[in-house]
């Protein structure tokens, strides 16, 4: 029994060094050590040897046993010794490594003509008014003056909702929600989505942005449009640009106007931009109606007041040079990325 408890000792340290891992260590624990490893079986049958070698013999059993248990634990450590030296390889970093660069998104250029105009009225002392892009027919139409055979309340114009709604085809119903909720001083621009029903081309599109403005207080004039627009305009195109009020016609302005701006390219002398005549339309204006203000019960002999309104993918295709608003809305990035 000595002898084999001895080679039970030399077989379990032959495994213990052929085992490449945990699992090969628990093998050898359960074939040494467990319930039907030889050992256990000598152990089990020493009950039938006499007292003096039964205890010799146990010692000796239980010494094996000990040592077995002892090469196992240090096997266990060397493994997971190696095992540990292995992730920290596959994981290790090396920090100097150039890092990766990401492409940073950035503003939409209409967003980013939005904000400019924004600012430039914001400074004067405006405020951002906001609207639905579903209006009712009486904001967008009826309390905007416009006469019930007026051709832009056409079906093929306009996408209604409903015979009482549709999607406002302009963002001069603000002016009627910001009449009706506010007294006057009312100092407010109005950014936003427009659509109406026109077939996309190089100069059209069902959906564009205007930016709406609203000027309503006591002895406002002509001259104060004027003035505001030209800043504006300066501001937009450079601080050489004059301004040129027509005489146009709006439902809801009397009298109204369409302004031009001197050809900041050619500088007035002519060019492709301006078509040959030194100035550029960008928007329309007026002082408002009498019965624009009267929809919101304000005292049109205290108060007078002047609007405006222009697109704002026209003013982008300006300052940027793009020749055709359908690359406003493809988002290829190839477009997109010249305006970061
Ligand atoms: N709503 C007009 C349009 O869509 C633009 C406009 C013109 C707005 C004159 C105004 C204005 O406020 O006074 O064509």
Redesign the pocket.
């Known amino acids: 029994m000595r002898e084999e408890l001895k080679s039970i000792l030399e077989k379990a340290g032959e495994q213990l060094k052929n085992a490449v891992n945990l699992s090969d260590v628990e093998d050898v624990r359960v074939k040494m050590l467990g319930k039907k490893s030889p050992l256990t079986d000598i152990l089990r049958s020493m009950g039938k040897l006499p007292h003096e070698e039964r205890k010799a013999l146990g010692l000796e059993a239980n010494q094996v046993r000990d040592s077995i248990e002892e090469l196992i634990q240090k096997k266990l450590a060397v493994l997971r010794g190696q095992v540990r030296e292995l992730k920290f390889k596959q994981e290790s970093v090396d920090v100097t490594e150039p890092g990766i660069t990401r492409d940073l998104g950035a503003k939409h250029l209409i967003t980013q003509t939005i904000d400019c105009i924004s600012q430039i009225f914001m400074a004067m002392g405006f405020s951002i008014a906001e609207g639905p892009e579903v209006e009712t027919v009486f904001n967008n139409f009826d309390a905007l003056n416009a006469p019930k055979n007026h051709p832009s309340r056409d079906l093929t114009d306009t996408f209604y909702i409903t015979e009482n709604t549709l999607l406002r085809?302009?963002?001069?119903p603000v002016?009627v929600r910001t009449i009706m909720a506010q007294e006057p001083p009312i100092k407010v621009i109005s950014p936003g989505r427009?659509f109406r029903s026109d077939s996309p081309d190089a100069t059209h599109s069902p959906m564009f942005h205007?930016i709406?403005?609203?000027l309503v207080d006591e002895g406002v004039t002509m001259t104060d449009l004027k003035g505001t627009l030209d800043v504006m305009a300066k501001e937009l195109f450079g601080k050489e640009t004059r301004t040129k009020f027509r005489p146009h016609h709006?439902p809801?302005?009397e009298p109204?106007a369409e302004m031009d701006v001197s050809c900041f390219k050619c500088k007035g002398k002519g060019c492709n931009i301006c078509k040959g005549t030194g100035w550029i339309e960008i928007?329309?204006?007026?002082m408002?109606h009498p019965n624009v203000l009267s929809v919101g019960g304000i005292d049109t002999e205290k108060y007078t007041g002047?609007?405006?309104?222009?697109g704002v993918e026209r003013i982008a295709m300006l300052r940027y040079g793009v020749d055709d608003i359908r690359l406003f809305y493809d988002n290829d990035l190839r477009f997109l990325k010249q305006f970061k």
Do not use: D, H, K, P
């Not at 928007?283 to 007026?286: F, N, P």
């Open positions: 085809t302009q963002t001069s002016q427009c205007q709406e403005g609203l709006f809801f302005t109204s928007l329309g204006c007026g408002v002047f609007a405006f309104g222009m």
